[in-house]
């Protein structure tokens, strides 16, 4: 995420801390509300109708466009297999399963400071997540492989690929699925992470903005913690006025 993308507000400290404890019960809230929607869409994700035969299932049957789908996803796999995950280009089918279980986790991203560029702080989304099918490579792990803190392990990298894949296909092959999730009061993005080759990843917005303090601020607070990383913080006045689509819509459709 570039620095240009990020909005920036001035805190004191006292303001600091009142906004931190919001953001974490809006946070919590928005979490807790996104897995139970999660729940219920879940069989709206389902791998198997966009691949059909080519997924190795319980009921491996042929789906209209599934040639089509594993093409395109044999295509994407095949420019960010080798950097910089080092996998091998060519796909075996049928695919290993992939999960029914939907999860999601915060996005975060790498923050270099203008005092300190030698070093990355890790920010934390407020609103903002990571929709993935249930992996034993969730997007963080790969994260970690791929950077050198844990140990690669090739099968899980390759499976991990597969699934994200899958998921942003689903997600633009299904304009439906995109206004269910945006009268949920979701924005769904596809985004391309640069240090995972280009992976595309889909993301989940809260109509809620949020933003980030100075970055010497921000030192500031990382160095007293001792941990770098800061989360984003809520802004109050965006939450009183936080948008309703229907409502935009229908005054749209009597103008």
Same mark, same amino acid.
């Given at each position: 995420?570039?620095?240009?993308?990020?909005?920036?507000? *001035?805190?004191?400290?006292?303001?600091?801390?009142?906004?931190?404890?919001?953001?974490?019960?809006?946070?919590?809230?928005?979490?807790?509300?996104?897995?139970?929607?999660?729940?219920?869409?879940?069989?709206?994700?389902?791998?198997?109708?966009?691949?059909?035969?080519?997924?190795?299932?319980?009921?491996?049957?042929?789906?209209?466009?599934?040639?089509?789908?594993?093409?395109?996803?044999?295509?994407?796999?095949?420019?960010?297999?080798?950097?910089?995950?080092?996998?091998?280009?060519?796909?075996?089918?049928?695919?290993?399963?992939?999960?029914?279980?939907?999860?999601?986790?915060?996005?975060?991203?790498?923050?270099?400071?203008? *005092?300190?560029?030698?070093?990355?702080?890790?920010?934390?989304?407020?609103?903002?997540?990571?929709?993935?099918?249930?992996? =034993?490579?969730?997007?963080?792990?790969?994260?970690?492989?791929?950077?050198?803190? =844990?140990?690669?392990?090739?099968?899980?990298?390759?499976?991990?690929?597969?699934?994200?894949?899958?998921?942003?296909?689903?997600?633009?092959?299904?304009?439906?699925?995109?206004?269910?999730?945006?009268?949920?009061?979701?924005?769904?993005?596809?985004?391309?992470?640069?240090?995972?080759?280009?992976?595309?990843?889909?993301?989940?917005?809260?109509?809620?903005?949020?933003?980030?303090?100075?970055?010497?601020?921000?030192?500031?607070?990382?160095?007293?913690?001792?941990?770098?990383?800061?989360?984003?913080?809520? *802004?109050?006045?965006?939450?009183?006025?936080?948008?309703?689509?229907?409502?935009?819509?229908?005054?749209?459709?009597?103008?």
């Amino acid at each position: 995420m570039s620095r240009e993308d990020i909005i920036r507000k *001035d805190v004191d400290n006292e303001k600091f801390i009142q906004l931190r404890k919001n953001t974490e019960k809006i946070a919590d809230i928005l979490f807790k509300r996104l897995k139970g929607h999660l729940g219920i869409l879940k069989p709206l994700f389902n791998p198997a109708k966009l691949l059909g035969a080519y997924l190795k299932s319980a009921n491996m049957e042929d789906v209209p466009g599934s040639d089509k789908a594993f093409a395109r996803l044999q295509e994407q796999y095949t420019a960010i297999c080798e950097k910089p995950f080092g996998l091998p280009k060519k796909l075996q089918t049928p695919l290993p399963p992939i999960s029914k279980q939907l999860t999601a986790m915060p996005f975060k991203y790498a923050l270099f400071m203008e *005092d300190n560029k030698n070093k990355a702080t890790i920010i934390i989304a407020a609103t903002r997540w990571v929709l993935s099918f249930q992996s =034993e490579c969730p997007y963080s792990r790969l994260k970690a492989m791929v950077a050198g803190e =844990e140990t690669r392990q090739a099968d899980d990298m390759k499976q991990a690929l597969i699934e994200h894949l899958t998921m942003a296909a689903l997600i633009e092959n299904s304009k439906e699925l995109i206004q269910l999730l945006a009268d949920l009061r979701y924005e769904t993005q596809i985004l391309k992470h640069q240090d995972l080759g280009g992976l595309p990843v889909v993301i989940l917005k809260a109509p809620i903005q949020s933003f980030l303090p100075s970055d010497e601020f921000m030192l500031n607070v990382t160095q007293l913690s001792g941990i770098p990383a800061f989360q984003e913080l809520v *802004d109050m006045d965006a939450l009183e006025n936080m948008p309703d689509p229907l409502k935009k819509s229908l005054q749209q459709a009597i103008e």
